[in-house]
Structures are given as C-alpha cells and as structure tokens.
T-cell receptor, first 113, second 113 residues
C-alpha cells in the first residue's frame, strides 16, 4: 500500500512569506500528526488531526495552523515566516489518535532565507 | 512536561562492535517506541514496548523497557554499516487529558566499515 506522501519535498521561502505543506496519509488512516524537526530541538509536536478535528496542539505560536479534509489529507500553514522556521516538517499518520504506530512521511525541508 | 533524554547523542563505532543506546525520563509512559531515521527520510518505527521489564528482539537489535516504564535501552550486536542512522525513542503517555508522544533528541550512530 502507498505510504505517507508529503509535498513538496523541498521549499525555499523568504522571511515574511507564508507556506502551505501537504500530507496524504496511508489509506484508511484517520489521524495525522505534524512535527517540526531541527538538529538542536529534535522532533517537536505541532498538532494532531483526527476526523477533520484538531485533537491536540503543541507549544507553537499561532502562525502555525493546520486542517484536515474529509479524505484525511492534511495541510499545515505557516504565516509570516521567520528564519527560525527553517526545519524538516514531518507528518505521521496512524489509524487512531495517541501516537500508536506512526508511519511517517519523508518530510518537507523548508528553508527560510 | 514529559522529557526524554537519550544518550549518547553521537556514537561512531567500527563494524562488528556492540553498542547500547539509552533513553531515560522521570515520567512514566504507557508505551515506548524506537524509530530509526536515515538522512532525507522520515523516522521508521522499529518496535513498541508496552510492559515494564519487557524485552523484544529484532534480529541483532534488543530493546528493553524498564520495570518502572520510565526508561528504555536499545542494544545492537555486531553492528553493520546498514545500522547507520538516527535512533529516536518516543514515549507515549497522558498529558492534559490526551495521549501524547514525546520524542528524545536522538542518537546519531555511524558504523565505520
């Protein structure tokens, strides 16, 4: 079966711009979680969506938002980009909430210049 | 706040050597997962341990969950170059009424031929 698909794989944006990242989960998986990964901080939880509802949210500013569609595909948006937002953004899908049995996508590498 | 500390953060060994990676916390987790991540890819789930004292073996990899469910270790016997990667532990526990996944910062392993 197809894995978790994240698009785009690489992105370069300028400070102040906004960006939208996409994640298509494994077919049948209803939960999508988003993480930011940086060398110094590791994986930091952004938010989790289940059946189009945000179930949990990490400690990120309001510039970071997300949504989930009826087909379980999810998008995350970052507005007013800052240099510190440069990171690998990973999405993980699972059948249920709670992080049991995550399957991760390959990530989107965002560079803010 | 649930924190997971991994040690060592970096490890460079010769092929054929044994190694152990540790994951420690002051919090109790309902389960603990180990992932391996290769450059440019998302983490891949290796194992989930659920019961305190549980030991799971995956070929040359042995995973142990501490009796108190606060710590875990990963032991690799006769390391091979294909074991090179970032090893992440992740604890699943309740926080604020939700099941939450907390990742350690990772152990970067390099196996030299």
């Amino acid at each position: 079966k197809a894995g978790v698909t994240q698009t785009p794989r690489y992105l370069i944006k300028t400070r102040g711009q906004q960006v939208t990242l996409s994640c298509s989960p494994i077919s049948g998986h209803r939960s999508v979680s988003w993480y930011q990964q940086t060398p110094g901080q590791g994986l930091q939880f952004l938010f989790e969506y289940f059946s189009e509802t945000q179930r949990n949210k990490g400690n990120f500013p309001g510039r970071f938002s997300g949504r989930q569609f009826s087909n379980s595909r999810s998008e995350m948006n970052v507005s007013t980009l800052e240099l510190g937002d440069s990171a690998l953004y990973l999405c993980a899908s699972s059948l249920w909430t709670g992080g049991i049995g995550y399957t991760f996508g390959s990530g989107t590498r965002l560079t803010v210049v | 706040t649930q924190l997971l500390e991994q040690s060592p953060q970096f490890l460079s060994i010769q092929e054929g050597e044994n190694l152990t990676v540790y994951c420690n916390s002051s919090s109790v987790f309902s389960s603990l997962q180990w992932y391996r991540q290769e450059p440019g890819e998302g983490p891949v789930l290796l194992v989930t341990v659920v019961t305190g004292g549980e030991v799971k073996k995956l070929k040359r990899l042995t995973f142990q969950f501490g009796d108190a469910r606060k710590d875990s270790s990963l032991h690799i016997t006769a390391a091979q170059t294909g074991d090179t990667g970032l090893y992440l532990c992740a604890g699943v526990g309740e926080s604020g009424g939700y099941q939450k996944v907390t990742f350690g910062i990772g152990t970067k392993l390099q196996v030299i031929p």
